[in-house]
Each structure stands twice: as structure tokens, then as C-alpha cells.
């Protein structure tokens, strides 16, 4: 049976401050984000202090995703209608006399059975939604969000008064949510298993180490992460087998669209419109040399975008069958070299305007602008582990010899160099 504890709510202070703008404000809010990522939470919690409405959507026909709708929140209207329809129960909300907050979580499954929806909406929200009331649509399908509220011929486009995207968190709110030292390694190799998913944080014991974890939730009997990769695409309508034969090919280390196409038996052109559809969905990132642009370059990299998933598909899934029979050392050697790409991520994303830079002869792990002084760059090497005085003036001398041996150095001939090893954390 897997593990599985409810946490404390911990950060989410620039969501709930959003939250309280639109409050203010009235009319539409829009709060986006993949599943699992804390939206309901985040809303509910919010929601609790001020009495709002709450309706989780239901996939199912109309009439039932309509009563249950008005059955989830007709206690906190003043009505004796039932409503038989959408024009129905927008009528009851207009008639209501006190200024209400109103959330309708998941609203693509109500769309996904009524096409119209967002046409009765619109004309509704035109018509002028009740002063001091606030409706919110909440969604985590980010492919049909984008195409519900950001494509301009939608209907509901430039009609919210905000767009709140909720990402995952960051490794500090994890460490406090799961009770752990963000000083320790250990803690930050969980991290690197589970991301800033606060679901998958439910499944961190106290006092357990990380292959118990991994244990837990990758390869234990039936475990929870089992499906989750086809739950992720289908929630974004790529459930279809090229979907996830991309993601096994980038997880196995195939970054170049040329060498997913060859790991797919495909040509490399037929693979441009899937690729977009899994960035569009959070699911890959695009990797590009630092100071180049996509369309100045053809040194595109591909990568799966959140920790866990990036387990999935470059440990579990290759590993799955002969996992039991590893040795312990040899599982170790996995979740850290998994760990050590994490933290290259994580020591990117603390400096602003941060990426990777490499040609044919040089990969260097993070060049961006120095917050000290703009007029220089920092140029850092990362490692995964805690390095001797030795072992970082020997890194230091490489990365001034691969710097001065790439073109950058000449844009740059005098960089501030660092390199960053694992007691960064403790700077958190």
C-alpha cells in the first residue's frame, strides 16, 4: 500500500495576493496549471476565509454536469429555481443580491460536452457580470486553456481580467512542506524525484531515506507514478503511442530532433508539430545555446521539463524490469546522476536570463548576466556534490580554458567565473 499524508499549505504568497486583486476587482479570473499542482488546493484555501462557491466539473451529459454544478453551491444561493441549462443557472447568478465568488474547477470537461459555453459567457460577461462578483474558471489542461482563453478567435479571449498560471514550486516550500533540512543532500535528491508537484510531496516520510521513495512511488506493486505520464498526456489530448515514444526517446538521451526522428524510425520533419504540442503542454522544454535564438540557430535541444516525469522516462522506465536485482550502489548511482541534472536546472533558475551554452567542442553549464555588474557575464560550472578546495580550483581552471576556447570570449573577454557544487542549497 502506498504512503500517502496530507500537508501543511506553504507558500503560494504571490497566487493568494492575485487572488485577492481580482476579488477587488470583480469579473472573470482565469487560474491555469498542469494537474496535480496545487490549483484546487491553492483556490479552496483561498476561498475558505470568504465564503465563495466551489464546483468541481464533472465529465459526464450536460444535464448532470449542470446539476451538479447548482447542487454543489445552491446552498449559497437565495433561489427556488432548478436550473435545466446553462442560461439557467447564469440567470440565478444574476438575480443574486449579495456580491458572490464563484469557481468552476476542471471547466474543459464543460466545454469538452457543451461547445457553446463559452459563447453564453461571453454574451453573459458582455452583458455585465453583477458589481463585486468574481467568477473563476480553473482548468489544467494547458493546451485547451491556451485555446480557450489566449487564441484570439475564442470567444472568451481578452474577456478575463487576469491570466493566473500556477507553476510548480520551488525546492525551499518543499523542504518546509515535507519538514526537512534544505541544507541536507539527501533532502534535495527527493526533491529531484518528486519536483515542485506538492501531490507527489505526499508521498515523502519522515525519516525514510530516497530510494525508499522511489521505491514508493516508481516501483513498488501498482504504484502511483505507474500511469501518471499517460494521465498527463491525455489530460492535454496526447494520449496517442508517438506522444510517449518521444518522451521515452529524449529520456534515454535523445536531445536533438534528429536523433528522436532516428529513435522513432520517423523523418525528422513529421515530428515539428508534436514536439510544439508537448511544449505547449509543459511537458518538454527547448534547450538553446545562451545569447542564440531559434531562428538564428539549428542547436536545439529537447528535455522533459518536471523532475518526476524526467525519472520516469530516464530511470524507471529503462530500469523497471532488473530493478529489484540492482544492488544498492547501483541504484544510488541512478537517482544521483538524475539528482545532478536537477540541481544544473535548479542553479540555472537562480539567475536570471540563465542557459547552458555549447558548439562542437565546448559545453559550458551556465552563462548569464551578472546581477553585480551587467556589463559581465557569469560563467559557472555546476557539480553535484560537495567539492575539496582541491577539487574546486581544478574545476575553476577548466572552466576558464573552455571559456577562453569558445567564441562567447570574445563578446567577453573577462567574466566573473564561478563554480557551484552542492552546499548551494544552504544558500536557498
Known sequence: ??????????????????????????????????????????????????????????????????????????????????????????????LQKKPWVLCLDEFPYLTARDASLPSRLQRW???????????????????????????????????????????????????????????AETSFEKFSCVGGIPKYWEFVEAGKSVLD?????????????????????????????????????????????SEIAARLGIAPTNLSRLLQQLMDASVLTRELP?????????????????PALRFWFGVFSPHRSLWTSYPEEK?????????????????RSRHPGASRYWDK???????????????RMVVGEVKWKRLTRAERKGVLHDLERKWFSSPLCVRQPAPRFVVFDATEIKLS
Request: charged share 25%.
Open 1 to 94: 500500500m502506498n504512503f500517502c499524508m496530507r500537508l501543511e499549505f506553504v507558500n503560494r504568497e504571490a497566487e493568494l495576493l492575485e487572488l485577492d486583486a481580482a476579488a477587488r476587482r470583480g469579473g472573470l479570473l482565469v487560474v491555469f496549471g498542469r494537474r496535480r499542482v496545487g490549483k484546487t488546493r491553492l483556490l479552496r484555501q483561498w476561498m475558505a476565509g470568504r465564503g465563495g462557491m466551489f464546483s468541481q466539473a464533472i465529465e459526464g451529459p450536460l444535464e448532470m454536469q449542470v446539476g451538479q454544478v447548482f447542487a454543489d453551491i445552491r446552498e449559497s444561493l437565495e433561489t427556488r429555481l432548478t436550473p435545466r441549462d446553462w442560461e439557467d443557472l447564469l440567470e440565478i447568478l444574476g
Open 125 to 183: 460577461l458582455d452583458e455585465g457580470i453583477p458589481e463585486g462578483c468574481l467568477l473563476i474558471l480553473a482548468g489544467s489542461s494547458m493546451r485547451m486553456m491556451h485555446d480557450l482563453f489566449l487564441h484570439r478567435a475564442a470567444p472568451l479571449y481578452g474577456r478575463a481580467q487576469k491570466l493566473l498560471q500556477v507553476g510548480p514550486m520551488d525546492y525551499r516550500p518543499f523542504c518546509q512542506a515535507c519538514r526537512l533540512d534544505p541544507a
Open 213 to 257: 521513495l522511489v521505491e514508493t512511488m516508481f516501483f513498488d506493486f501498482a504504484p502511483y507514478m505507474e500511469q501518471e505520464p499517460r494521465r498527463i498526456l491525455s489530460d492535454e489530448g496526447l494520449g496517442g503511442a508517438n506522444a510517449l515514444a518521444v518522451l521515452e526517446a529524449v529520456g534515454r538521451g535523445a536531445s536533438r530532433t
Open 290 to 306: 545562451f545569447g542564440e535564438s531559434s531562428r538564428t540557430t539549428k542547436r536545439t535541444l529537447y528535455r522533459i521539463q518536471d
Open 331 to 347: 541504484k544510488h548511482l541512478l537517482v544521483h546522476g538524475h539528482a545532478a541534472s536537477v540541481f544544473e536546472d535548479w542553479c
Open 361 to 375: 567542442s565546448v559545453e559550458i553549464d551556465l552563462v548569464a548576466p551578472d546581477p553585480v555588474d551587467p556589463s
